[in-house]
């Protein structure tokens, strides 16, 4: 298995594992045409990261690491505005979590802080420490990113991830409420 950072070709592979993988997410139902854009418009943001995790020819799974998550919402505005509207001709409902995300807490944090914005590993590959690896990468880019810490969120449903954030040593730190879901945020040291 390797890690390396993504590339134009591996958009789509990575865009169809957020979209089955992480399917809770808003970003996952706004649709796959959807996803393509917006990995291709990180691809282009020097504070931000994606690692592809590649075995067997394929990836396997991904993280995004970045630097500054603020900027996120203003990208998805900006430049994705089109790709929004027409996800939400065919989805109308998802307007209202739609507009609730600029106010997602990890949106509004001021400093040096790294996120991991998103983590997902293919079933057939987890529990044979792709996981651990994509995180010691995503810490990689925070130290070139300056960041002093790192964070990452989950809901307090998925118990895999948060067991998998608790055993690679990160540390509970709060916890909020997000569109009527409990939301735990983990932090490490970089
Ligand atoms: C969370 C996730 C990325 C972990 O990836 P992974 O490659 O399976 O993780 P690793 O193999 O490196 O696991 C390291 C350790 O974390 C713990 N862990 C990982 N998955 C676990 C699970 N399903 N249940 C309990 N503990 C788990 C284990 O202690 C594991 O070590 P072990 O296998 O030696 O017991 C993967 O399960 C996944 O993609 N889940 C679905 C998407 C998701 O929840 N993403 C995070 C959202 S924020």
New binding site residues.
């Given amino acids: 298995m390797i890690i390396r950072k993504l590339t134009k070709k591996d958009i789509p592979h990575a865009s169809r594992i957020h979209r089955d ?2 399917d809770q997410g808003v970003i996952s139902h706004l649709g796959i045409s959807f996803l393509e854009k917006f990995y291709w418009v990180l691809l282009k943001q020097k504070n931000i990261t994606t690692l592809v995790a590649y075995e067997d020819d394929k990836v396997v ?1 991904f993280a995004t690491a970045a630097c500054d998550l603020k900027s996120i919402p203003r990208l998805i505005i900006r430049q994705l505005w089109r790709k929004i509207l027409i996800s939400l001709i065919k989805k109308p409902f998802l307007f209202y979590r739609l507009i609730q995300m600029p106010f997602y807490p990890s949106f509004k944090q001021d400093g040096r802080i790294g996120e991991i914005f998103s ?3 293919l079933p057939d ?8 690896e994509l995180i010691k990468h995503c810490r990689k880019e925070f130290r070139k990113y300056q960041c002093e810490l790192f964070q ?1 969120s ?1 809901r307090k449903r ?1 118990k ?2 948060n ?2 954030y608790l ?2 040593g990160l540390s509970s730190k709060s916890r909020a409420k997000f569109l009527g879901e409990e939301i735990i945020f983990y932090q490490g040291k970089i």
């Fill in positions: 993988i992480l799974g983590l997902a590993v590959y987890q529990r044979r420490g792709i996981g651990t990452v989950v998925i895999s991830a067991k998998f055993k690679i």
